[in-house]
């Protein structure tokens, strides 16, 4: 009995190293990226911006904000435990002084819970001040699109979550985008979103920094 106790054990820890290795494979081109626009020396004590792709399709957040202590390194279709799995490379790199966050979006369209959401997020911001302890944390509500309209409460649900949690926290703010992109008619409007109903245009990039603005000046 114990030699099949012994073997199970065996075979877990090869099969959990196994995924371990193939996962951090699938984020390695992109994160590989950044260490080339870094060059030899990154940026440090700057403003991160970092998630998913409503950051990294921003075009040029530097440039909209006028400030060239941002860095862009949003990695398309992430999830929270993505930056948990790369944090190292994708946040403690820079030591930011702020660090602005998208991220759950894709978590909960693929079927993630508003509570475990919740959790991956609790996990990072504990990772973030254990090893950042005077960095900012600005998290950006999850967004309100028209593509995945049918999942809004359960993203609601996240929101108002990482929202109460942020409450109590110093240097940290829940950045609520989602209501001021609600229209009359109580969903979306389209003008925020390009075809595919889910990416942003210019439009909602603007408002995105118009909110955002207030917390990014030094």
């Known amino acids: 009995m114990k030699i099949k106790k012994s073997l199970l054990i065996l075979f877990l820890f090869i099969s959990f190293t196994s995924f371990s290795q193939e996962y951090n494979k699938i984020w390695k081109a992109e994160i590989d990226a950044f260490d080339i626009l870094n060059g030899d020396a990154p ?3 700057g403003i991160l911006f970092t998630g998913s792709s409503s950051i990294r399709l921003w075009k040029n957040p530097a440039k909209d904000f006028n400030n060239n202590k941002i860095l862009n390194r949003g990695f398309g279709g992430s999830q ?7 944090f ?3 946040i403690l790199k820079y030591h930011p002084k702020k660090i602005v966050i998208y991220s759950g979006d894709n ?17 990072l911001y504990g990772m973030i001040k254990a090893k950042l302890p005077n960095a900012e944390v600005y998290y950006i509500a999850i967004k309100p699109s028209l593509n995945r309209w049918a999942k809004v409460l359960e993203m609601k649900k996240a929101n ?3 929202h109460e949690f942020l409450n109590y926290k ?12 609600i229209g009359v008619s109580g969903k979306p409007l389209d003008k925020w979103f390009i075809k595919d109903g889910l990416h942003m245009t210019d439009e909602g990039y603007q ?3 118009e909110i955002l603005t207030p917390y990014i000046k030094d």
Do not use: H, R
Request: proline share 2%.
């Open 43 to 45: 940026s440090q004590e």
């Open 170 to 181: 110093q240097n940290a703010v829940f950045v609520d985008v989602f209501s001021p992109m």
């Open 207 to 209: 408002l995105w920094t």
């Open 88 to 90: 190292d490379q994708v």
């Open 160 to 162: 108002t979550m990482i």
């Open 107 to 123: 978590d909960i369209e693929a079927g993630k819970s508003a509570e475990i959401v919740f959790g991956d997020f609790c996990t």
């Open 80 to 86: 929270i435990i993505d930056l948990i799995e790369n």
